[in-house]
């Protein structure tokens, strides 16, 4: 390396990344019926299909880690799988890699399995799915889930719940996680959830915001304080921050809102991801 490379390197200090991930969870029943949440689904990725195609800027979308979701979809409006195939082998619309999300406790080992394996045969008809253990709302993991997902060519895992006490007391949120037979896994715990920049800007995380202009200073005093919190913890300098919530639709305004964001907070690199 030259002299002047290796100065420069020893005075530049990289910014701490903070890397906001646009995504909705979506339960397709719960406290309405499965026909008027694919109603609410259909509106929402219709949406979403069309903010991708006319805002390069808005990166891309994560649709919950469940294909089903694109069948439940196509159902209703099947003149635009070619869409749907466009943006998931663009990167632009992010899918899998699960069939269905699973409550990993109450399904046969079996069942499990083959609920990842569908999922990935379903994806691979639109394009690449995510190769993520993603499962944002389980109440717990069994032991061998790190040799499941490696099985299937998966060397990462992203959950909420099931956080071991002894880790949390070590305030780390990333973590080797190794099954019974040796399988490992790195594993990212969301401590403040899935959704702990859902609805920047705006006054509650719950809610449809269309048509309100999100406040700067409010997403300022979000942003920081969320990553406050995530930054007492192990890596202080990396943040990853979820932009949605329970059937939360997209944020169309983000690109713009980031770019007020990046320039309110110089010290810290903001990445749509």
């Known amino acids: 390396m030259c002299t002047l490379c290796m100065h420069t390197n020893e005075l530049m200090t990289p910014k701490p990344l903070a890397v906001l991930v646009s995504h909705t969870h979506w339960d397709r029943a719960w406290y309405l019926s499965f026909p008027k949440f694919r109603f609410r689904l259909v509106l929402m990725i219709d949406r979403i299909l069309d903010l991708l195609d006319r805002d390069p800027e808005f990166r891309c979308f994560v649709l919950d880690g469940q294909v089903v979701l694109l069948e439940d979809y196509l159902e209703l409006a099947p003149d635009r799988e070619a869409d749907l195939r466009r943006m998931v082998r663009a990167g632009r619309l992010v899918i899998g890699p699960w069939y269905v999300l699973p409550d990993l406790f109450l399904e046969d080992g079996e069942a499990v399995v083959r609920n990842l394996k569908l999922g990935l045969d379903v994806s691979a008809r639109f394009g690449e799915p995510l190769r993520v253990g993603y499962v944002p709302d389980p109440f717990g993991h069994f032991a061998q889930l790190p040799q499941l997902l490696n099985g299937f060519g998966m ?113 810290l690199e903001i990445e749509h991801g």
Not at 179 to 194: F, M, N, Q, T
Not at 199 to 221: K, M
Not at 226 to 239: M, V, W
């Open 155 to 267: 060397e990462t895992f992203i959950f909420m719940r099931g956080m071991p006490q002894a880790l949390r007391d070590r305030q780390v949120l990333h973590f080797d996680w190794d099954a019974p037979d040796g399988s490992s896994v790195r594993a990212y715990y969301l401590i403040e959830g899935y959704f702990n920049a859902s609805a920047l800007g705006h006054p509650h995380v719950i809610g449809r915001w269309d048509g309100v202009e999100p406040d700067a200073d409010r997403a300022v005093r979000q942003l920081t304080g969320t990553i406050e919190k995530l930054r007492a913890h192990d890596p202080g300098d990396l943040f990853l921050l979820n932009n949605g919530l329970d059937h939360m639709p997209e944020q169309a305004e983000l690109p713009g809102l980031l770019r007020e964001l990046r320039e309110r907070l110089p010290d």
